[in-house]
C-alpha cells in the first residue's frame, strides 16, 4: 500500500512560480501529476518512471519539471511561469510498476489533492 500526501499549492500571480511536493509512504516505481479544474475532467500534467525518464503533457513542456528526492521518498513538481489556466487541484498519483503511462485510470494511489490558483 502506497499513501501520498501532497504540499505547496496556494495562490500566486501570473508568471510566478511554485513547487508542489508528494510525500510517499512506500516505495512506487512510477510517479504521475494530474490536475483537475471545476467542471472538467481530470488531465495528465507529467511523469517519472524508469529512474531518469520523464515525459510531460503539451499544456506545460518547457515550464514544469518533475524530479524525485529519493532520500526523503518525494517527487516535486516545479512549476514556472504559471498562466491563469493552470488553475486546478493538482494531485499525485503513484503506479506501482515501472512502466509509462499518461492514463488516471493506470496509476494505482492517489494523494488528497493541493489546490494551485493562478492570478491574472
Known amino acids: 500500500q502506497v499513501q501520498l500526501v501532497e504540499s505547496g499549492g496556494g495562490l500566486v500571480q501570473a508568471g510566478g512560480s511554485l513547487r508542489l511536493a508528494c510525500a510517499a509512504s512506500g516505495r512506487s516505481f512510477a510517479m504521475g501529476w494530474f490536475r483537475q479544474a471545476p467542471g472538467k475532467e481530470r488531465e495528465f500534467v507529467a511523469t517519472?518512471?524508469?529512474?531518469?525518464?520523464?515525459y510531460y503533457a503539451d499544456s506545460v513542456r518547457g515550464r514544469f519539471t518533475i524530479s524525485r528526492d529519493n532520500a526523503k521518498n518525494t517527487v516535486y513538481l516545479q512549476m514556472n511561469s504559471l498562466k491563469p489556466e493552470d488553475t486546478a487541484v493538482y494531485y499525485c498519483?503513484?503506479?506501482?510498476?515501472?512502466?509509462?503511462?499518461?492514463?488516471?485510470?493506470?496509476?494505482?494511489?492517489w494523494g488528497q489533492g493541493t489546490q494551485v490558483t493562478v492570478s491574472s
Open positions: 498519483a503513484a503506479r506501482v510498476n515501472a512502466g509509462f503511462s499518461i492514463t488516471a485510470s493506470r496509476y494505482d494511489y
Open positions: 517519472s518512471w524508469s529512474g531518469s525518464s520523464t
